[in-house]
């Protein structure tokens, strides 16, 4: 499956610069930018990662830090948040 995570080793690893900087070339392709809505509390609660620009991972130096439930639940939220919209766009 595709991945909606951006991958740093460290908590300061340009998570927000990752995803923004991927954008423009969905948009150019006519791609809709859908962010995670600050509804979610879990982006309050992360300790590690996660954004209203998107679902990020701090993996470690080793990349051996596996995602975390507060991290997977942003990104079901983010899922559920796409699909909502896709349904409204399909109907």
Same mark, same amino acid.
């Given at each position: ?9 460290? #908590?300061? &690893? %340009? ?13 150019? #392709?006519?791609?809709?930018?859908? &962010? ?26 080793? %990349? ?18 796409? %699909?909502?919209?896709?349904?409204? #766009?399909?109907?």
């Amino acid at each position: 499956g595709r991945r909606c995570v951006s991958i740093t080793a460290s #908590l300061h &690893g %340009a998570q927000e610069v990752t995803i923004l900087t991927i954008w423009p070339p969905m948009v150019h #392709l006519g791609m809709i930018i859908v &962010g995670v809505p600050d509804s979610v509390e879990e982006l309050l609660q992360t300790e590690s990662s996660g954004t209203p620009d998107g679902p990020s991972h701090l993996a470690g130096q080793n %990349a051996d830090r596996p995602v975390d439930e507060t991290e997977a639940i942003i990104c079901r939220r983010l899922g559920e948040r796409i %699909a909502r919209i896709a349904a409204k #766009l399909s109907g």
